[in-house]
């Protein structure tokens, strides 16, 4: 069973920084690309980033790039996004996602808001 849990949300003020996780089970972590979206309410969920399998590569959303950090730790089954720079449109649900040989997985989100 497929299984991606985010955490590390939270409440942060402006300017500040945040590191979420997504811990993966149930497939062959290091063989997948996996990615980040988020989604605010009342908006669509749009892609914050993408990290290659051995993560090598990684690309962001151009709102995100150079304050967003993606990274794996391919022993641990989980990939990391770090957050710097933080400001009130980056507040959303943040999720973790992965399209595997049969199909794609959404872990739950975790909640980040940003507020002074």
């Known amino acids: 069973q497929v299984q991606l849990v985010e955490s590390g949300g939270g409440l942060v003020q402006p300017g500040g920084s945040l590191r979420l996780s997504c811990a993966a089970s149930g497939f062959t972590f290091s063989s997948y690309a996996m990615s980040w979206y988020r989604q605010a309410p009342g908006t669509e969920r749009e892609l914050v980033g993408t990290?290659?399998?051995?993560?090598?590569?990684?690309n962001y959303a151009d709102s995100v790039k150079g304050r967003f950090t993606i990274s794996r730790d391919n022993a641990k089954n989980t990939v990391y996004l770090q957050m710097n720079s933080l400001k009130p449109e980056d507040t959303a649900v943040y999720l973790c996602w992965v399209r595997t040989i049969w199909r794609s997985y959404w872990g739950q989100g975790t909640q980040v808001t940003v507020s002074s």
């Open positions: 990290i290659s399998s051995a993560g090598g590569s990684t």
